[in-house]
T-cell receptor
């Protein structure tokens, strides 16, 4: 089965530093998402992206966050100035369409640790 | 607003026994419900979904889920648990907005003991 790939699997950074989390969605998919999971908590929606623009974002996704699809294959999440509370597992997902019956495919995640 | 709830943080069963992981939902309109599983250090893997039709949905690894409209539930089941089923299980509903995002429950840890 096709896979969503994410790099790196682990990222350690100092508070205030910028990080970029990278994802390669499945090639024919059109909808892209970022989720995060703080340790012991639920998986939370951050942002959805379609047709080269953000289609929806949660209240978590503030001005410190941005997403980009720079080259037609990668999908990145940038955190401009990391805070301690940004420490979490970040999941990228993609889907072929937005039809409610379709499933999202998830990557293995990037564990971000902010020190 | 659409939401799902998983009332149990952890479920413990003995290998070979049936298992149930509970999920209830609240949606406006038709529910599109999913179960995902997360093994340690892995991403979320799709198990099964309910869109319409039979209330009993069969999925991967021998799992099935029963949709119950009157009880607004979508419980995950397996007739005979394996130790390798031990993982974190998430119920989710696909949002009816333009983005089609998934909204997850808080997750239930399944522990199957030999």
């Amino acid at each position: 089965e096709p896979e969503v790939t994410q790099t790196p699997s682990h990222q350690v950074t100092q508070m205030g530093q910028e990080v970029i989390l990278r994802c390669v969605p499945i090639s024919n998919h059109l909808y892209f998402y970022w989720y995060r999971q703080i340790l012991g908590q639920k998986v939370e929606f951050l942002v959805s992206f379609y047709n080269n623009e953000i289609s929806e974002k949660s209240e978590i996704f503030d001005d410190q966050f941005s997403v980009e699809r720079p080259d037609g294959s990668n999908f990145t999440l940038k955190i401009r100035s990391t805070k301690l509370e940004d420490s979490a597992m970040y999941f990228c997902a993609s889907s072929e369409g937005r039809a409610p019956g379709g499933k999202l495919f998830f990557g293995s995640g990037t564990q971000l640790s902010v020190l | 607003a659409q939401s799902v709830a998983q009332p149990e943080d952890q479920v413990n069963v003995a290998e070979g026994n049936p298992l149930t992981v509970k999920c209830t939902y609240s949606v406006s309109g038709n529910p599109y419900l999913f179960w995902y599983v997360q093994y340690p250090n892995r991403g979320l893997q799709f198990l099964l979904k309910y869109i319409t039709g039979d209330n009993l949905v069969k999925g991967s690894y021998g799992f099935e889920a029963e949709f119950n409209k009157s009880q607004t539930s979508f419980h995950l089941k397996k007739p005979s648990a394996l130790v390798s089923d031990s993982a974190l299980y998430f119920c989710a509903v696909r949002d009816s907005s333009n983005t089609g995002k998934l909204i997850f429950g808080q997750g239930t840890t399944l522990q199957v003991k030999p």
